[in-house]
């Protein structure tokens, strides 16, 4: 009696293993949760500048982002670029108002404040050498 | 402008839910802009302005009545309906509200 008890808890063992192998097949392995690489919440509502693959420019109030780096932001200008050699940045800006950035076209994102633009220390250096 | 949702009954314990609903999601801006007239800028220096009748998981987007515009200024269509592809887009901005 106390042995077909104990077959039949064994059965049921089995069985739960089973259904246990089945679930984590069925669901992919997850490690800890991911967390995103940099915290925007800490620059929400202020002023950031993003560059994009291909060299546009913007600088504006970052309002919202989700897991993938897409962005929403406010208030933005566009630093345009000379015609004639897109690599230089012009003083021109224009206003795209608000504005969804697509993560996978982004380059860079810097916050404005605490960052500034600093003369080419290597010019200097060239004279030199 | 943009409405942050706040949701009180969202406990202090649920830190990712805090941070998926206190800011503005992306894609619902798009989705919002549905109907709209916007401006989406590829990372090339073209750009593409007409009524958003559509778009997908990779933001490949539906635009109605386009016209396309370089970094001269110079325009192109209009077109009355195009499939635009998402990997070549780096922002999209509402021109209205």
Redesign the interface.
């Known amino acids: 009696m106390e042995s077909k008890e104990t077959a039949r808890d064994g059965n049921q063992n089995n069985r739960d293993h089973k259904d246990q192998r089945r679930r984590n097949n069925g669901t992919k392995q997850e490690g800890p ?1 991911r967390e995103a690489i940099l915290d925007l ?1 800490k620059y ?1 509502d202020t002023q950031i500048k993003v560059e ?3 060299g ?1 420019q ?1 600088v504006g109030v970052l ?4 897991q993938l780096m ?3 932001l ?1 208030s ?1 200008e566009e630093t345009l ?1 000379d ?1 004639e050699d ?1 690599n230089v940045l012009t003083k021109d800006t224009r206003s ?7 993560g ?2 982004l380059l860079t994102i810097s916050p404005l404040d605490g960052s500034e633009v600093i003369d080419n220390p290597f010019v200097a250096a060239e004279v030199q050498a | 402008m943009a409405e942050v949702a706040t949701n009180p009954s969202v406990d202090v314990t649920g830190k990712q839910e805090e941070v998926t609903i206190s800011t503005v999601l992306p894609l619902e801006i798009i989705d919002k802009s549905i109907g709209k007239v916007v401006t989406v800028l590829l990372t090339t220096d073209k750009e593409f302005t007409g009524k958003l009748v559509g778009f997908d998981d990779f933001v490949n987007v539906v635009l109605e009545d386009v016209t396309e515009t370089d970094s001269e200024g110079n325009t192109d269509g209009p077109v009355k309906i195009m499939l635009l592809n998402g990997g070549q887009i780096a922002m999209i901005s509402s021109t209205e509200d």
């Open positions: 949760k919440n929400k994009f693959i291909g546009r913007i309002k919202g982002f989700d897409n962005l929403v406010e933005v670029r015609p897109p795209l108002g608000r504005v969804v950035v697509r996978p076209s």
